[in-house]
């Protein structure tokens, strides 16, 4: 399209925000340089978002979305409900705080203090004291999903933690599927089926496939014996271009990539000092698809928009 003398942007959401910043390393090493990056509902280093053994890691970032679904569901004690930016602030401390030294110690963990964290645990997530004693502190997204509406026989969503479902077993420990994406699917299916009938005039048989398998066929290469982590390939790129910026557009009701572990991933990645300022960070009271809120909706343009017109 002979487009090479114009700003150049990368914009990705949720498997595409990794893509996104892996490709801004890889093509700043080949000499392309990119004017921003656009990443919403970002997963960029994946130990921040694996529940796996050993890793303690979900259990402290997850921890203040669940205390967003708690109050969004009105399951916390009243002086937390009153305000959901106070009840995020003290999940927040709490997380990176108390608690998180509390689980590095592990089983060394006095009872005494065990028993004082898990008390702020139940009261910033909604759930039973006795549930939190039975899961050794640690509250797994699946579990969450579960347990925090048992008592209405509903459980909570994971892209969109706002979202009730209804399981044919509510004695089950899991959730049988994710409301929230339910919810969205068939929405998203008739829309694009309707827009390339009409608008585009591509009239076909073939089944819409809105996920398709892309996540099945990755190499993630050495990568892949780990936990994948794409933020150094933004960070090579952000020191090699300067003028590169980032704009990071989060939900709080987001139970697939937590706000708070993106901030996580973004304060641990070894910026210099005069390049934090290239990113901005902004949180919406939605999910992982915060533009299916209206007022989210609203929120997001205009920030991308005044995001767009200072680079």
């Known amino acids: 399209y002979e487009r090479w003398d114009s ?3 990368l914009v990705g959401e949720s498997y595409g925000t990794t893509r996104a910043a892996g490709l801004s390393g890889y093509l700043i090493d080949r000499g392309i340089a990119f004017n921003g990056i656009v990443l919403v509902s970002s997963i960029l280093n994946f130990q921040t978002a694996r529940f796996h053994k050993g890793n303690d890691l979900p259990y402290i970032l997850f921890l203040p979305t669940y205390t967003a679904t708690a109050w969004y569901h009105k399951r916390l004690p009243e002086d937390l409900q009153a305000s ?3 009840a995020l602030r003290e999940a927040e401390e709490f997380a990176i705080g108390e608690y998180a030294s509390a689980l590095a110690l592990g089983d060394r963990l006095p009872e005494e203090r065990r028993k004082q964290v898990l008390s702020k645990l139940a009261r910033l997530t ?5 549930y939190v004693d039975l899961r050794d502190l640690r509250i797994h997204i699946w579990k969450f999903c579960k347990e925090l509406l048992r008592d209405e026989r509903r459980t909570v969503g994971r892209l969109d933690s706002r979202f009730k479902g209804i399981d044919a077993d ?7 599927h994710d409301p929230s994406m339910s919810a969205i699917m068939p929405p998203f299916t008739s829309m694009m089926n309707h827009y390339a009938r009409t608008a585009l005039g591509y009239k076909t048989d073939l089944v819409y496939e809105i996920f398709g398998g892309v996540k099945k066929p990755w190499d993630w290469g050495s990568a892949g014996e780990g936990h994948p982590d794409t933020s150094e390939a933004l960070r090579r790129a952000l020191s090699k271009n300067p003028y590169m910026k980032v704009f990071v557009a989060s939900g709080y009701f987001d139970l697939a990539t937590p706000y708070f572990a993106t901030e996580y991933t973004l304060a641990h990645m070894g910026l210099d000092p ?3 300022g290239n990113i901005t960070t902004a949180e919406y009271e939605a999910g992982h698809m915060m533009y299916i809120h209206g007022p989210s909706l609203g929120r997001l343009r205009d920030d991308v928009a005044a995001f767009l ?3």
Not at 126 to 130: A, I, K, S, T, Y
Not at 170 to 176: F, H, K, L, Q, V
Request: no cysteine; aromatic share 4%; net charge negative.
């Open 126 to 130: 909604g759930l039973r004291p006795e």
């Open 309 to 311: 017109s200072n680079t």
């Open 274 to 276: 005069t390049l934090r």
């Open 7 to 9: 700003p150049l942007y």
């Open 84 to 86: 959901l930016k106070d």
């Open 170 to 176: 509510p004695s089950d420990s899991d959730p049988e």
